[in-house]
T-cell receptor, first 114, second 114 residues
Framework: AQKVTQAQTEISVVEKEDVTLDCVYE???????LFWYKQPPSGELVFLIR??????QNEISGRYSWNFQKSTSSFNFTITASQVVDSAVYFC???????????FGQGTELSVKP | EADIYQTPRYLVIGTGKKITLECSQT?????MYWYQQDPGMELHLIHY???????EKGDLSSESTVSRIRTEHFPLTLESARPSHTSQYLC?????????????FGPGTRLTVL
């Protein structure tokens, strides 16, 4: 069965600190995709990144970076120099090869204090 | 930028009422989804559709029903609302084809049943 685990339920940091959100997944598929979404207090889910299982290159987008390691089945997300606007719930997700359904982790609530 | 809309954004209603939550997208996506999200943050898939006249139940059993008469429209209906239906409902859509297409989410509807 496919599963996504975000062991950190809540993280609290002070502005300008770096923070890493962990994501561990389980799948028997050899081809799969991983995603990160951000859910600010307003409630919508904002797509951040998609990564396929054949591409283990790390990716950086501004203050955001992602570390994908197949050997440990992890897809961690780091925010550098965090800002108050980064406060949100972050979800990691794995696609289900049965029609593209997403399996979500439990979410990590990040609080960035000024 | 995703163009997917949900109305109403907030709804407070009494027990026993029939309600319809609207979801529309202007991206021409074939696949659409409904998720339920309780205050505990986890998202649960309750319905999905691969195209017009296609509807399937998701992983979480729900008393709601859906219809897909037009590509752009995927409404969710509760025939008789109960307090246990109080939750946030999120609609999403994705393009057809490779089953890992990114899902784009609407702003959500926060439903409270008194």
């Amino acid at each position: 069965a496919q599963k996504v685990t975000q062991a950190q339920t809540e993280i609290s940091v002070v502005e300008k600190e770096d923070v890493t959100l962990d994501c561990v997944y389980e799948t028997r598929d050899t081809t799969y995709y991983l995603f990160w979404y951000k859910q600010p207090p307003s409630g919508e889910l904002v797509f951040l990144i998609r990564r396929n299982s054949f591409d283990e290159q790390n990716e950086i987008s501004g203050r955001y970076s992602w570390n994908f390691q197949k050997s440990t089945s992890s897809f961690n997300f780091t925010i550098t120099a965090s800002q108050v606007v980064d406060s949100a719930v972050y979800f990691c997700a794995l696609n289900d090869n049965q029609g593209g359904k997403l399996i979500f982790g439990q979410g990590t609530e990040l609080s960035v204090k000024p | 930028e995703a163009d997917i809309y949900q109305t109403p954004r907030y709804l407070v209603i009494g027990t026993g009422k029939k309600i319809t939550l609207e979801c529309s997208q202007t991206m021409g996506h074939d696949k659409m989804y409904w998720y339920q999200q309780d205050p505990g943050m986890e998202l649960h898939l309750i319905h999905y559709s691969y195209g017009v006249n296609s509807t399937e139940k998701g992983d979480l059993s729900s008393e709601s029903t859906v219809s897909r008469i037009r590509t752009e429209h995927f409404p969710l209906t509760l025939e008789s609302a109960r307090p246990s239906h109080t939750s946030q409902y999120l609609c999403a859509s994705s393009a057809q084809g490779w089953n890992a297409d990114t899902q784009y989410f609407g702003p959500g509807t926060r439903l409270t049943v008194l």
